[in-house]
């Protein structure tokens, strides 16, 4: 049983009242009294919002179903039913275009485009490592990674192999001379480099040349004539040269050379979302510290690491000398965005007075928005915004109208807190189908605050399988990508961006690269992202970072952009194409187990973690072994497709029991070499991972949105409670 305190007209859970008031408030300098008053002044205002924002979902689920239904005996009229998504408000008015009004925005959101990382805040170890990853070694994520062949000799494992170094080296001095050339000759061929007169040389044996672009050379660390590094500029993202002969890497190099620093995870989205496992004060009191931890620059982890111990704590700024002889530095760390829940959950950490517990995503916006403060008002140990802005990203908003309550909830939280207005920005994820459909007004509805919108391919189909659930049998999940409207609602994200004037004052981002292992396959295909406009878009890990930091300085993405804004914009017909199977009887019995065995081997791959562990991101091997990033986001379109094979009678509800079954062993096969891994297998009916495997299937139609929260929730406390 939680202890509780009673503040106000509210029953907060201890944890969480210690937590605010002798860990938060103290460090930022706000009165208990006055701050309690305000949240729950926000409480009584926003929560009948919500409520309805949710009902209303509801009752337009209801009439699309009741509309498919009706028609269920004739095909899909593409006409018809855009027209009647007009009548019932889910497809609103198109705005004309206009420009958004964000100010104060870091020029690592507005002007530098590069990966980003998404990591669970709730891991402190995870939350530092992503933090720390705005610089990485390219070296190193050549040699670790499958980037570099290991064919004829060049084997990663055992210790160093020269074969493999010789293989990284030359890669990296090509990626130097394609984003840096030189007058004349290679960085291949450098025997040295030196400063002279405020100029870049690079000395070729008996030669000197300099850079192409002398403008691309920006500083260095050491003496002129030898310097430990120097540091380089190509599309706003810096590179570093470290210099050091007596080093086992340097001393085999004629420049001496050591390593190159690319500039990698310009931001980082510390998540409290799909990547954790959060569902009591407990959970939200970790995820809170270290949130905090990260604002004030004092968060810490120590672990064990082979025969002894490490703490890793946040990365100080990178101090360098400019040509012209001044210090300056550049930051050392990511620029941190949180990422907040959504607006259906609700959580126990507090209880109105009525009993009911809040709404989580307006707990996330008080407490995520206070600690930040620290950041406002330069209280920390080490800066993250430089322009006194907080950014949240806000998910699984459907739809202008939430979008509005966002933003007026955020005003709500900088009036408590004592901020500037519009200090709070919000980064949209157009992971909804009404969101697409809306996106322009969507932003309009946040224009002053907006800083971010994305797409992301799984939620957004997990969305359209369940809104189109009545419509008929989905073609299979592996050939989604392939469809028409994922091309289309990609397409337009960019397009509304632009038209909407995010170009220079605003990311725009694409989804997740989920294969961490197959790297050698992200830098042949990921480049993809910044030639579709996209000023940034996520990795699975720091390597993965570095690695995709090449493609930036490859395409510059601001003069793609200024392509795309000639092109004929995103039919939103082609939005609104339903993904259905036209001809179910084409698909064979082995093609429709095998969609079910993928499926589900990974809905229990990740669940069995969720529930038991407590862990809401990790690599889950996949029915081949292959290691994939999953989150709630994944777990959402399996579960969703099944349900939908099953409502639509592609497989029975015994096919799906007998795969789950079978699949529950292949996942205890996988996981056996985890210690604190328990199997299902043993007893299916008293294991509470695999019973939240079945719900999320066979209850998968009555989730609202298909959201799998709530019965991971619920399971997880089963979980939790079972455990004490």
């Not at 620093?261 to 310009?266: G, K, T, Y």
């Not at 690269?513 to 992202?529: G, N, R, S, T």
């Not at 194409?577 to 809905?603: C, F, H, M, R, V």
């Not at 009916?685 to 799998?708: K, M």
Request: proline fraction near 3%; glycine fraction near 8%.
């Amino acid at each position: 049983m939680t202890n509780r305190k009673q503040i106000g007209q509210l029953n907060v859970a201890m944890e969480l009242a210690d937590f605010i008031n002798h860990e938060l408030l103290p460090k930022i300098d706000r009165d208990q009294g006055q701050f309690w008053m305000g949240f729950e002044a926000i409480i009584k205002e926003f929560t009948p919002r919500n409520s309805s924002l949710l009902a209303e979902r509801d009752d337009l689920q209801t009439k699309i179903d009741d509309w498919h239904l009706g028609r269920k005996e004739h095909k899909h009229d593409a006409a018809a039913y855009k027209k009647f998504l007009i009548e019932i408000g889910y497809l609103e008015e198109d705005q004309k275009d206009f420009e958004i009004s964000t100010s104060n925005v870091d020029k690592e959101i507005a002007l530098q485009a590069g990966p980003q990382l998404v990591v669970p805040v709730k891991n402190a170890r995870f939350a530092l490592n992503a933090a720390n990853a705005r610089w990485g070694s390219l070296y190193d994520a050549l040699y670790g990674t499958d980037a570099i062949p290991e064919d004829n000799g060049a084997e990663r494992a055992g210790g160093y192999n020269e074969r493999r170094g010789a293989l990284v080296i030359d890669f990296a001095k090509g990626f130097l001379d394609e984003s840096f050339p030189l007058k004349t000759g290679s960085h291949k061929e450098a025997t040295g480099y030196a400063v002279e007169a405020g100029v870049l040389k690079i000395h070729l044996g008996t030669l000197t040349t300099e850079l192409g672009d002398v403008s691309k050379f920006k500083g260095y660390v050491g003496e002129v004539e030898q310097p430990n590094s120097v540091l380089l500029l190509n599309n706003d993202l810096h590179v570093e040269i470290l210099f050091d002969k007596q080093s086992s890497v340097g001393s085999t190099d004629l420049a001496g050379v050591k390593d190159i620093m690319l500039e990698a995870a310009v931001t980082t989205i510390q998540d409290c979302e799909d990547s954790v496992a959060a569902v009591d004060a407990e959970d939200k009191v970790e995820i809170y510290r270290n949130w905090l931890g990260l604002i004030n620059g004092d968060l810490s982890d120590t672990f064990v690491k082979g025969s002894g111990t490490k703490t890793r704590v946040l990365q100080q700024d990178r101090q360098f000398t400019s040509p012209e002889g001044k210090n300056f530095q550049l930051p050392g760390r990511s620029m941190l965005l949180v990422r907040n829940v959504g607006h259906l959950m609700r959580n126990e950490a507090i209880k109105e007075d009525n009993g009911d517990d809040i709404y989580e995503g307006i707990m996330d916006a008080v407490v995520t928005s206070a600690a930040a403060v620290l950041d406002v008002e330069n209280k920390n140990l080490l800066s993250n915004s430089r322009t006194g802005s907080v950014y949240i990203v806000k998910p699984k908003m459907h739809g202008p109208k939430e979008v509005k309550f966002t933003s007026d909830l955020f005003e709500a939280v900088e009036k408590l807190l004592g901020l500037s207005r519009n200090t709070l920005k919000v980064g949209i994820m157009d992971e909804e189908r009404r969101t697409t459909l809306n996106l322009k007004s969507c932003i309009k509805a946040a224009n002053e605050r907006i800083v971010f919108i994305n797409t992301g391919f799984l939620d957004r189909t997990g969305d359209e399988i369940h809104t189109s659930m009545q419509a008929g049998p989905m073609i299979p999940k592996t050939k989604m990508k392939a469809s028409s409207w994922i091309t289309a609602y990609e397409d337009s994200n960019v397009d509304v961006g632009l038209s909407c004037g995010l170009q220079g004052r605003a990311q725009i981002g694409k989804g997740m690269w989920a294969m961490p292992d197959l790297m050698a396959a992200m830098v042949e295909q990921k480049i993809v992202h910044p030639e579709s406009g996209a000023t940034t878009a996520w990795v699975p890990s720091p390597t993965a970072a570095v690695l995709h930091a090449i493609h930036y300085h490859r395409v510059r993405v601001f003069d793609q952009q200024d392509k795309i804004k000639s092109r004929m914009a995103a039919n939103i017909d082609e939005i609104l194409k339903i993904p259905l199977l036209e001809n179910p009887s084409i698909l064979t019995s082995q093609e429709i187990q095998s969609e079910l065995d993928n499926n589900a081997q990974g809905i229990l791959g990740y669940v069995v973690r969720w529930i038991d562990q407590g862990i809401g991101c990790s690599k889950v091997p996949d029915i081949n072994d292959v290691g994939l990033m999953e989150d709630r986001a994944t777990l959402r379109i399996s579960s969703q497709h099944i349900a939908n094979w099953l409502h639509h009678g592609i497989c029975s509800r015994e096919q799906v029991r007998a795969t789950m079954e079978r699949m529950a062993g292949v996942v205890d096969k996988q996981n056996e070499e985890d210690p604190l891994y328990k199997p299902m297998t043993g007893d299916l009916e008293n294991s509470v991972a695999f019973q939240a495997a079945c719900d999320l299937i066979y209850d998968g139609l009555s989730q609202p949105s298909g959201y799998t929260e709530p019965i991971l929730h619920a399971r997880r406390l089963e979980k939790k409670q079972l455990a004490n």
